[in-house]
Nanobody
Framework: QVQVVERGGGLVQPGGSLRLFCQAS????????MGWYRQAPGKQREMVAV??????NYGDSVKGRFTISRADAWAMVYLQMNSLKVEDTAVYYC??????????????WGQGTQVTVSS
């Protein structure tokens, strides 16, 4: 059983900053990739940022404003969000891909955390 928990959402004014935090726990033996996705009302879920063992990728709408970082020793991933815009408002989900047995890989989602950018 693997649990994924996000923290750090909230209400912020346009131009402000927020930092999201996610930690995976339970029977996760090795992390291959961690990332953040978001879903706004009436829209499809989209990739925000993903970090693997070898690369970091960002959605076009957040490049230059958001930074993803990772602490593998604790299966944690962070998302620093700067210069926030109203259109960044969404539920942000943490996604983890990793081994939960010696030879089985799974994908796990958190429950989501609300980010609202509004004046």
């Amino acid at each position: 059983q693997v649990q994924v928990v996000e923290r750090g959402g909230g209400l912020v004014q346009p131009g402000g900053s927020l930092r999201l935090f996610c930690q995976a726990s339970g029977s996760l033996l090795k992390v291959n990739a961690m990332g953040w996705y978001r879903q706004a009302p009436g829209k499809q879920r989209e990739m925000v940022a993903v970090i693997t063992n070898n690369s970091t990728n960002y959605g076009d709408s957040v490049k230059g404003r958001f930074t993803i970082s990772r602490a593998d020793a604790w299966a944690m991933v962070y998302l620093q969000m700067n210069s926030l815009k109203v259109e960044d408002t969404a539920v942000y989900y943490c996604h983890v891909i990793g081994y939960y047995t010696d030879n089985e890989v799974g994908a796990f989602w958190g429950q989501g955390t609300q980010v609202t950018v509004s004046s």
